[in-house]
Every structure is written in structure tokens, then in C-alpha cells.
């Protein structure tokens, strides 16, 4: 399994995949990060972003919402939920967003993958090495 | 005797797996190439900070900018 962020995640939903990203094993998204998704079609704000996806059909949205299970899955959060609170305990307060990542990154070959550096964060970036997890960045 | 087609099922994995979700229309194609590395990335990567900002259970007790 290798973790994906929500760039990422979308990227590959759309069949633009990056350069430098394995293809040889399943994807998988952390459900927090799924959740951010999620507000983006169910939560819309009133930038162009929020104009743009109202435009998607149903069934557009739908591989959001559902993705294809050949292109990308959505991690179980249940088997993930105690080593994600202990990790965000133990660096300080994260929340479920960075405690699960590195849950998943710890679960699924220590590493996690991010289409963008901004979408890292210092924390998680922190954690994760100090965890021993290596994260990778592919544009 | 027939001989039987030999099919590569990790790559025939792996090619369906670059292909993106068959289901996405062409114009959903490119709403999404926008949002992730196009015209709208900034404001994607705004919206989802303003989750992180909004939601403590979700964002912990600080923000984890980059």
C-alpha cells in the first residue's frame, strides 16, 4: 500500500499520474484526508474552486466521493484510530489529520506520499522523522 | 490442444491504476488537473487549511502550516 495525500489522490482519480509515484502497488487515502475532500463537494465555499466543482456531474463527483477501488482506496480508519490518538498525544496535540497520516505511514511501509510540500506541514514533517518515515514529494 | 492466452495481471493492475477512474468524464478530467496542479491549487490548498483551522478534532491544537 502506498499513502497518498489529497493532491495526489485526485491526480490519480483524474489519470494524470505523477512522474516519480510508484504504480506497482494500491493507493490509499487517510479517511481524514478523504474527509477534506469531502467538504470541498459537500461544504462548498463561495471561491472559484467551490463554482468549478458545482459544475461536475454526478457521477464526477461520484469518483470523489466513492473512488474507484482499481485506482485509489480510502484507508479504514478503525484499525488506524489508537496509534493515530498515541501519536498525536505524544507530538503534542496534532489532531486526526496528522495522527492518522503517520498511523498510516507507520502501518503501510513507512512512508507517505504528498503531491505538493505545502500539504506536508512542519509537524507531520517532524513526526515523520522522527518516526522514521520517509515522506516523499512528487509535482 | 488450445493454448491458453497468458495475461499479465499486475500489469493489466498497473495500467488500469494509471488510467484514473473510468467513470470521469473529460471535462471532469480537467476540473481536477485545475484544482491540483492548474490555476485553482492555491485555493484548493487554502480550502483544505481552513478544515485544519476550523475543525480542532480534525486540526489538533495548533496549525500545522508548512
Redesign the interface.
Known sequence: MIVVD??LA????????PEGLP??E??VLPA?RH??LL??IHAP?D???SE??A???T??R??IRF??P???GVADPRPLLDEAARL?ARY????????ETLAAGLTYGRALWF???????????SAADDLGITVHVV? | MEEMAVVDV?EE??R??????????A???E???????GD??E???A??DA??EA????????H???
Open positions: 489529497e493532491y485526485v491526480r490519480v482519480v483524474g489519470g494524470r499520474w504504480d506497482d494500491d493507493l481524514a474527509w477534506r467538504q470541498r465555499g471561491g472559484q474552486l468549478l466543482l459544475t461536475l456531474s457521477t464526477d461520484d469518483t473512488p474507484h482499481e485506482v485509489l498525536a503534542g496535540g496534532t489532531g486526526w489529520l496528522t495522527g503531491g505538493t510540500q505545502r500539504n506536508v506541514g512542519r509537524l507531520l514533517a509535482t | 499486475s493492475r498497473r488500469r491504476r494509471r488510467a484514473g477512474d473510468p467513470r470521469l468524464s471535462a471532469g478530467q476540473v481536477l488537473a485545475r484544482i491540483t496542479t485553482l491549487a485555493e484548493f490548498q480550502a483544505l478544515d485544519v475543525d480542532p478534532i480534525l486540526g489538533g491544537h495548533h500545522d502550516a508548512a
